[in-house]
């Protein structure tokens, strides 16, 4: 929360020192003036703000890498909801003081330009908060979204036109339009290159009643395990929109899998895919790995379909034979909800040291433990917390109580590692 007030408060410097070094001569007395200039520095804010919507998810792997995709959506809805209020508040302070100071409001076909991409801007946001409860399917959502990348350039359109050649605020704009037929590119490059290089299913597995394993053979990718991908599918001659999975599969295996649960449009018809359907994916993405830490001890805590990432980790550390001590918590709700139990428990026979406790919250003659994940149950199986990192992987309120109760037993922020998703 910190590093992101950080970066809101220096972007709104940065744009404020060069707003206030272009236009200084063109202050006057303390009047109407100001409030002209104010409207002009919150457009500028405002664009600027939803050019960064646009870099986070542009996917560009050298960002990724640094903060982590689910970090940078985060982000990206973030700078969305400011951009657009700066955006609305620009509008606003501009037409009053036309109004006050003229009695009228000039309409040009600037003014036009910037209508359009205000309220289609203000459109797409509304359908992006509201989608859900509306019931619009994720794949129409995501189609509507992409409009947004026709309105930016409508936007650019209007701060030219407000621009003076030669001015810094020219050159700004110079730089984020060329910045954004970057991305542009970058993205339709990547489309391409997908497109000449798809994958192929090469086996539907079914782990458990709504939980299949779906296998894939391609152009080999370097990934480590515990990261995540991008998927299209196309079957019956209809290619899906684009869906993140973790990559269930290890790095050291020959095929690599995804192991998708029925929750939503998409992985209800999971199921139907079929041996020789073609899948476009784009990978590998996310930090949740043990790889990126010099560990010995690691604690996995999984609510549901978050096992997905922990069995990419410990089919690695099983086949690699790492001297890891590993102790996994699965919680989920009934046995019903359980996959791979087979391989888990053959794996506590193999590896170094490898526990599986499984949980279940709504099962009353489950012989295990019973109840939801807290901090006395970790303690229970493992009494000292010193040295071990934990990772946490489940569904967004699961994963927040989780953290919330490692943080209550003193486990620093930096030994916590987790990636939450939320589309």
């Not at 019956?236 to 973790?246: M, Q, R, V, Y």
């Not at 909800?337 to 590896?351: G, P």
């Not at 499984?358 to 489950?366: A, P, T």
Request: charged fraction near 20%.
């Amino acid at each position: 929360m910190k590093i992101r007030i950080f970066r809101i408060l220096l972007t709104v410097f940065l744009v404020f020192v060069l707003y206030a070094w272009v236009n200084t001569n063109d202050l006057g007395p303390l009047d109407l003036y100001y409030l002209r200039h104010a409207g002009h520095f919150l457009g500028v804010l405002g664009v600027c703000f939803l050019f960064m919507q646009f870099v986070l998810t542009s996917r560009v792997k050298q960002l990724e890498e640094g903060f982590g995709l689910d970090r940078m959506l985060n982000e990206h809805r973030l700078y969305g909801r400011i951009g657009l209020l700066l955006i609305v508040l620009h509008f606003l302070f501009l037409i009053f003081y036309q109004w006050i100071e003229f009695g009228s409001i000039s309409i040009n076909i600037n003014f036009l330009y910037g209508i359009v991409a205000l309220v289609g801007f203000s459109i797409t946001a509304a359908i992006a908060s509201t989608y859900k409860r509306l019931g619009i399917a994720y794949e129409v959502w995501k189609n509507i979204h992409l409009i947004n990348y026709i309105l930016f350039p409508v936007a650019l359109v209007h701060v030219f036109l407000n621009a003076r050649p030669g001015s810094l605020l020219f050159y700004l704009w110079l730089v984020l339009a060329a910045g954004y037929a970057a991305l542009i590119f970058y993205r339709l490059y990547k489309i391409f290159y997908m497109r000449r290089h798809p994958f192929v299913v090469v086996e539907v597995r079914q782990e458990a009643d709504d939980i299949w394993s779906i296998y894939f053979k391609g152009k080999n990718f370097s990934y480590k395990p515990g990261q995540f991908l991008m998927i299209q599918l196309m079957r019956n001659g209809n290619l899906s929109s684009s869906h993140p999975f973790s990559i269930s599969s290890s790095p050291t295996r020959k095929h690599i899998s995804i192991t998708p649960k029925e929750l939503g449009d998409f992985t209800s018809t999971i199921k139907d895919t079929k041996v020789g359907d073609q899948a476009f994916i784009d990978a590998p993405y996310g930090l949740f790995s043990f790889l990126n830490y010099d560990i010995d001890e690691l604690v996995f805590i999984a609510g549901g379909i978050g096992i997905t990432p922990f069995m990419s980790m410990l089919r690695y550390i099983n086949d690699r034979q790492l001297k890891k001590k590993v102790t996994l918590f699965w919680a989920n709700k009934n046995k019903n909800n359980l996959c791979f139990q087979d391989e888990l428990e053959k794996m506590q026979k193999e590896m170094y040291a490898f526990t599986a406790v499984l949980v279940m919250s709504g099962q009353d003659d489950w012989p295990g433990e019973q109840g939801r994940f807290n901090g006395k149950l970790l303690q229970k199986y493992l009494p000292d917390l010193e040295g071990k990192d934990f990772f946490v992987c489940g569904p967004p309120p699961m994963s927040k109580a989780v953290r919330a109760e490692l943080e209550k037993l003193n486990i620093p922020l930096n030994k916590i590692h987790y990636e939450v998703f939320e589309l």
